[in-house]
């Protein structure tokens, strides 16, 4: 899911990564700069980096409902299942590093492994409620997703292991799998929760990805975006780059759509005033209203109509 293909590692290399170096950023507008406006936050309290980016609901009447009227919804189906999606993604890279860690160089070549246990497959289910039929669909797609990141994963490491005869065990799981899933960051310098959780952080090809297992959103760049500004907060360093993964299942394949961008002052200003925004209606209890034509599966329906 987070490693790129041979055309996209082209497009990052000799485009995006090049332009991105040339492509000014508005000097306030990075993270490190947090204790000054415009990135200084303007009220106490939290938010999460979703709740600032997402827009599902478009007059955020969503965000009111929960933070100022208390009302919290039960996740829907897809919602659940999107969830598991991101909880293999997650299982199985931490799998796979515990795995090549307990095995000796000369031994990966030859065994079979990372193989999908049906302990993780009900630890995964299990992990929420769906009814059966989706508890099978569900079930279906994680054995298509374990198998698809297997095959990817397998193939990195025959890679390594034919162009590096001396390579160790960290150095190989560092060339196979150098990226962190679900990394925890401290978001309370913008005014965003201590407790972030990104997707995963790929330092082979310097970026924050972000994985949706649902429809394409301009939005979800943001998510990235507020990331990024919260790692360069935290550390300092510049970080311009985002991806958005999007996985479709079909029949018994997967189809990857990622789209990479340059993490532009456009889009920091939008998060950042999106930030502002959310926290003055919250702040100062101001009802958004509904919107006349909201989305079929909003979690909220019965709430708002
Ligand atoms: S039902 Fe409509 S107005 Fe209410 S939260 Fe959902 S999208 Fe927004």
Same mark, same amino acid.
């Given at each position: 899911?987070?490693? /790129? ?6 497009y990052?290399?000799?485009? !995006?990564i090049p332009?991105? $170096? ?20 303007i ?14 609901? %478009? ?6 409902? =929960? ?6 919804? *039960? ?13 293999t ?5 931490t799998?796979? =590093? ?16 990372? *193989? ?13 409620? !769906? ?8 079930? @279906?797609?994680?054995?298509?997703l ?8 397998n193939?990195?490491?025959?890679e ?7 390579v160790?065990?960290?150095?190989l ?7 962190v ?8 310098? %913008? ?13 082979s ?15 979800h760049? /943001? ?12 550390y300092?360093f ?5 991806c958005v ?6 029949e ?10 340059i ?5 920091r200003?939008?998060?950042?005033? $999106? ?7 919250i702040?100062? @209890? ?5 919107? @006349?034509?909201c ?11």
């Open positions: 899911m987070y490693f /790129l293909n041979e055309e996209e590692k082209l990052l290399h000799k485009y !995006l332009q991105s $170096r040339d492509t000014y950023i508005d000097y306030d507008l990075r993270g490190w700069n947090w204790h000054k406006p415009p990135l200084e936050p009220y106490s309290f939290k938010l999460g980096v979703a709740e600032i980016a997402n827009n599902y609901c %478009l007059t955020d009447r969503d965000l009111y409902l =929960k933070k100022v009227m208390n009302k919290y919804f *039960s996740a829907n189906c897809k919602m659940l299942v999107g969830g598991i999606m991101h909880k993604i997650k299982e199985f890279i799998y796979c =590093k515990k795995e090549l860690y307990h095995h000796k160089i000369d031994e990966i070549g030859k065994n079979k492994l990372f *193989s999908l246990e049906e302990t993780i497959v009900l630890r995964l289910l299990n992990s929420c409620k !769906l009814d059966k039929c989706n508890e099978q669909k569900a079930k @279906e797609k994680i054995i298509s374990w198998e698809f990141e297997k095959q990817r994963v193939y990195r490491i025959q390594v292991l034919a162009s590096q005869p001396y160790g065990i960290d150095a799981v560092y060339q196979v799998l150098p990226v899933v679900e990394q925890k960051l401290n978001g309370s310098f %913008l005014g965003l929760s201590p407790y972030l959780s990104t997707d995963a952080i790929n330092f090809e310097p970026m924050i990805v972000d994985t949706k297992f649902g429809r394409k959103n301009e939005f760049k /943001l998510s990235i975006t507020g990331y990024a500004i919260v790692m360069e907060a935290l300092s510049p970080v311009n780059l985002g993964v999007y996985p479709t299942f079909k018994n394949r997967i189809l990857i759509d990622r789209e990479l961008f993490i532009n002052d456009e889009l200003q939008k998060f950042i005033e $999106r930030r502002d925004d959310k926290m003055r209606m702040y100062e @209890e101001n009802d958004p209203g509904t919107y @006349e034509e989305y079929n599966d909003c979690p909220y329906y019965e709430e708002c109509h």
